[in-house]
């Protein structure tokens, strides 16, 4: 068969085909034989009997015969393919070298919508799906919770005293390994070299749970992680050997100053790995040993019971790996048991004063993912991250529809040279394969230009949204390629399917005569319906950036009550420094002193906690006020006299804490507005007498009304008393007021304080504003992508509505024309262009609003003081849609209404 | 097998040259080729039947050959094959190694025995 004719083949031959065909050509062979030895004058049947003999074994070779053959069908049929693939690969390259506005617009397009997904998959890989490194099966680990209700309102944590640890690790039955660990900034070095970085305190059960071993030395054992202070030994973290050591192998054996104690180097763990921490971490110690260094001093100057023995301390999270065959629901069940047996222990220890028994507050244990963000305690983080990856993916589909509406129009272009092909005999299946060739090329292209932009754009993301997480690979690991071959596939797929089907059946005689025109009202509905479907996600994505901006503009000019970019907290960490509490007492007095020196430092108050980050409550009692009334708890503080100057905190009535209220001077009390109006809500506070911790306590007079302040963006306004530093219990640090941002001066007033340091004593300064920051994250985050997405849906719907329009006016010339020479005034044909596009624009938007009201509720958590139904945004989005719809098609609309009628009449 | 007693055995490789030649003379099925070589070898050549139809299979997947089906003088149906331009140059130049081959081979076998 020629060349030429079996590239218009219609079907590959079938096995029972090729083995009838073989068997047609054998008897063939054989007749011919017998004919021509029979001509020679032997016997008919002596002469098969020779013919079958010449044959060679007949079964035999009918068989091989067949199977060679198939075998010869096969590989032709492949070199077929493949030649055909060449062929539509070469030929699709050729076409968007023709017309290279058209692939640029089509690559772009698709590298937005592939690259923008790329870049959210490797962020939501990263918090949601990925277990940590090294981690043997993940699915068998997990982490461990404990519920407890209090006023009617579960909380769920997953921190817990050490004491408790033990407790479940002893009482439970369903774990193969257990163990403990803490994530922490401890301050390592000592004098210059000094510096904060991250240290994991983890129990020695925990390098089990990994599939590692150290890159260097060893990993610690049991035996230096016994109470009450462990082993002071440590394992360096990869990075940290590689930046810090010049990763030296000589660096065993070597001392470290972690915290307050001097550490010994036994190892360096293995690349990549930070435990179950997101960011990296620079040195392993045992958990006995960090938690004696954190809390062995200052449970031991209270004279309580020791760090390893309180149930007070909650601070270290525990991890446990199921034994085989226990389900997650036998595990939580076998936890809860051992909870509850803990907390009666602890309270056989120390009676509860509350009245209330253990079951009262419904305590449950809860095993849960070994991904924080996939347990109870999701950050609002991944819940932001999980809707933009949803964003994105719309994205990809808003592009993959304008590119489909691209092809389109350039496949109904070509609709005569396919025609004539179809004619010819090429078969359909093969029209698609070339149609779809070609849009997959597009989408490689795409693809690779995407994944570019995700490498560039994901960084500024990361930076952006999560700096705090340690990304150890670039932006394009495996996975994410993957992925990215995955959506591009799709997205080829997807596009090149629209063509595909609007021509799989042509009316081939119609579009092959001379001057087959298209009528004016048979618009494609293909087309038409990819239009509305743009338009509908767009207002999606610009109404949820709307909601978002609010929600950020909201948070960012709340009330906080103190001025957060004008503080720095500054303490100290005496890391093993032995000081008397007079020389502490001193030592923050002479801080203060030295900092309100500085020419930078507008006010210095002494505090003992800092709103967002450490906060202290107790129970308020006042005579004559029923206790029913005081059932919330009341924020704490001890303040000196100048605090409410620095941290910005205004006094409403009455006066501040001042220099007279010493001790043994009468007692004093500052409330916060809401704290006076919850106690005395129709009376006047300033005078009254409150009591702070039981009725026992002795009365306090109110001196002073203070702005009400916020600790969090969750809650409300908080209640809160200030009370004298000199009266109640020392402060822990100072709120330094600086002129100007405060973030700019941290490191000068930190080096100036520093100088004040005895022994290897450490002064850390941090801008507040760095707490606060953390909390608006989530906003910020989903306003801009949300504004970007939006923004990027917008352009993108926009081009393709100006694209169809345009191409509908080029198509519709001839009947333009007519309209104008049967007087049609140009306003008429803007008009009626412009009429159409906006209707497109409506139905469009109409959908979305539908889809906008319905999937609301599933935005409201993520929002902040504005409702997901807010008219306001609403009403702003669908206007500008309207105006950029109505743009959009006003340009062609132009061009129609120039349409010369002469010209127009004779196209064709 | 097939062969009779007194032909020559193929050396091997030299099928395909040999149907590739029958085909230079235009198209023909597989008995016509088998009975042109028969003939044109004066009946010393043998050809086993089957191990021609391997052959025709392996160089119609090599695109030395064509194949297609028609019709012969008596109205019976059969495949015929033709030569490829591909075809037409292996034909070349495996004539042209054969004939060198022979001839290096001929004139060390003909030539004056050492006496024994």
């Known amino acids: 068969m020629s060349r030429i004719r079996r590239l218009l083949r219609l079907r590959p ?148 005293p050490y004491r408790r640890y033990l407790d479940l690790r002893e009482s439970t039955r369903s774990f193969a390994q257990t163990a403990a660990h803490f994530n922490t900034e401890m301050v390592f070095g000592v004098g210059d070299d000094a510096r904060q970085a991250r240290a994991g305190l983890v129990s020695a059960s925990f390098w089990p749970f990994f599939g590692v071993r150290p890159a260097l030395g060893r990993f610690f054992t049991e035996a230096e992680d016994a109470e009450p202070a462990g082993a002071p030994v440590a394992v360096l973290g990869y ?91 036998a ?10 047996r803990s907390l009666e222990t602890q309270r056989a220890a120390r009676p509860d004063r509350s009245g209330r028994s253990i079951a009262d507050t419904r305590p449950r244990a809860i095993f849960a993912s070994i991904l924080r963000d996939r347990g109870p305690n999701a950050g609002q983080n991944a819940k932001v991250a999980t809707w933009l990856a949803g964003v994105s993916a719309l994205v990809l589909l808003i592009a993959c529809a304008n590119v489909a509406n691209l092809l389109l129009a350039r496949a109904v272009r070509r609709r005569r040279e396919i025609a004539v092909r179809i004619a010819l005999g090429v078969s359909r299946g093969r029209l698609l394969g070339q149609l779809l060739t070609e849009s997959l090329l597009l989408a490689a292209a795409g693809a690779a230009a995407g994944v570019m932009l995700a490498h560039w754009g994901g960084g500024v993301l990361r930076a952006l949204l999560l700096p705090d997480v340690e990304w150890a690979g670039a ?9 990215v071959g995955a959506a591009a596939a799709l997205a080829g797929i997807l596009t090149g399917l ?15 005569k001379a001057g087959g025109r298209e009528g004016s009202l048979r618009k494609s509905r293909l087309r038409t319906a990819l239009l509305v479907l743009q338009g509908a996600i767009s207002l999606m994505l610009l109404v949820g950036a709307g909601l978002f901006v609010r929600s950020l503009h909201n948070v960012r000019t709340l009330e906080l009550g103190f001025d957060p970019e004008r503080l720095l907290y500054v303490s100290y960490e005496a890391r093993g420094t032995q000081l008397d509490s007079a020389r502490r007492e001193g030592l923050m007095d002479e801080m203060a002193e030295r900092a309100r020196a500085l020419p930078t430092v507008e006010a210095v108050g002494f505090t003992r906690t800092v709103p967002f980050w450490m906060t202290w409550s107790d129970d308020v009692r006042a005579p004559g006020v029923d206790t029913t009334r005081l059932r919330d708890s009341y924020l704490m503080n001890a303040v000196s006299p100048e605090y409410f100057a620095a941290a910005g905190t205004r006094i409403l009535r009455g006066r501040g804490i001042a220099a007279e209220d010493r001790a043994g001077a009468p007692l004093v009390a500052v409330l916060s507005d809401l704290a006076a109006r919850s106690i005395w809500p129709n009376e006047e506070a300033l005078g009254k007498c409150v009591k702070v911790g039981a009725d026992t306590a002795p009365c306090r007079t109110v001196v002073g009304i203070a702005e009400d302040i916020r600790r969090s963006f969750d809650e409300g306004p908080a209640r809160h008393v200030y009370m004298s530093s000199a009266q109640y219990a020392d402060s822990r640090g100072l709120f330094v007021r600086t002129r100007g941002e405060a973030r700019g001066h941290t490191e000068t007033v930190r080096r100036e304080l520093q100088r004040l340091m005895p022994g290897a004593a450490y002064v850390e300064a941090r801008p507040v504003q760095e ?138 | 097998m097939g062969a009779t007693g007194d032909q020559l055995p193929l050396v091997k490789g030299t099928l395909d040259a040999l149907v590739l030649k029958a085909l230079s ?53 059969a495949r015929y094959y033709r030569m490829t331009a591909a075809g037409r140059a292996h034909l070349r130049a495996e004539t042209a190694r054969w004939v060198e081959y022979a001839e290096a081979v001929t004139g060390i076998l003909t030539s004056p025995a050492q006496a024994g």
């Open chain 1, 13 to 160: 031959k079938r096995a029972a085909q090729i083995a009838s065909d073989v068997d047609e050509e054998i008897a063939l062979h054989l007749d011919l034989r017998i004919e021509q030895l029979v001509r020679h004058g032997i016997p008919r049947e002596t002469a098969r009997a020779e013919a079958l003999r010449r044959f060679g074994p007949l079964d035999e070779a009918r068989r091989s015969l067949r199977h060679s053959a198939r075998r010869r069908e096969e590989r032709i049929r492949m070199r077929e393919t493949l030649e055909a693939l060449m062929q539509d690969l070469r030929y699709a390259a050729r076409g968007m070298r023709k017309q290279p506005g058209f692939a640029a617009a089509v690559v772009a397009t698709l590298a937005l919508g592939i690259g923008a997904n790329a870049t959210m998959f490797g962020i939501v890989d990263r918090l949601l799906l990925r277990p940590p490194a090294y981690l043997q099966s993940p699915d068998e680990a997990g982490r461990i919770y404990v519920a407890r209700t209090f006023d009617g309102e579960e909380s769920v944590s997953g921190n817990m």
């Open chain 1, 239 to 329: 990075g940290q050997w590689q930046s810090r050591y010049g990763g030296d192998p000589g660096v065993l054996g070597k001392p470290i100053r972690i915290g307050g104690t001097d550490f010994t180097i036994i190892g360096v763990a293995p690349r990549g790995f930070s435990g179950l921490s997101l960011s990296a971490v620079a040195a392993f110690i045992p958990i006995t040993a960090g938690g004696a260094d954190l809390f062995g001093e200052m449970m031991s100057r209270r004279n309580r019971e020791p760090w390893y023995r309180t149930y007070n301390l909650q601070w270290m999270e525990m991890i446990a790996r199921r034994k085989p065959g226990v389900t997650a629901e």
């Open chain 1, 331 to 340: 595990a939580t069940a076998d936890l809860t048991t051992a909870l509850l």
């Open chain 1, 475 to 483: 932006v394009s690991d495996a996975r994410t390629l993957l992925f």
């Open chain 1, 498 to 512: 629209a063509p595909a089907v609007q021509l799989s059946n042509p009316s081939v005689a119609h579009t092959l």
């Open chain 1, 771 to 908: 707490l606060v920051d953390p909390e608006i994250r989530p906003w910020r985050l989903g306003a801009t992508m949300f504004t970007i997405f939006g923004g990027l849906a917008l352009l993108v719907a926009a081009v393709g509505l100006y694209s169809v329009i345009s191409y509908g006016v080029a198509q519709r010339t001839h009947e333009l024309g007519v309209r104008v020479a049967l007087g049609a005034r140009s306003g008429d044909v803007v008009r009626l262009v412009v009429g159409e596009g906006t209707r497109v624009a409506l139905v469009g938007i109409v959908l979305g609003l539908g889809v906008a009201l319905f999937a609301g509720r599933y935005v409201k958590p993520l929002l902040y003081s504005v409702s997901e139904r807010d008219p306001a945004t609403f009403a702003v989005v669908i206007v500008a849609l309207l105006v950029v719809a109505v743009a959009a098609s006003f340009i062609p609309a132009l061009r129609a209404s120039r349409v010369d009628p002469n010209v127009a009449l004779r196209t064709d």
């Open chain 2, 25 to 77: 003379w235009g198209p023909m099925h597989g008995f016509e080729i088998t009975t042109w070589v028969e003939e044109r070898s004066g009946g010393r050549l043998g050809v086993e039947d089957s191990a021609l139809y391997h052959a025709l299979n392996r160089m119609e997947e090599r695109e030395l050959i064509d194949a297609e089906w028609g019709v012969t003088e008596n109205n019976r149906r």
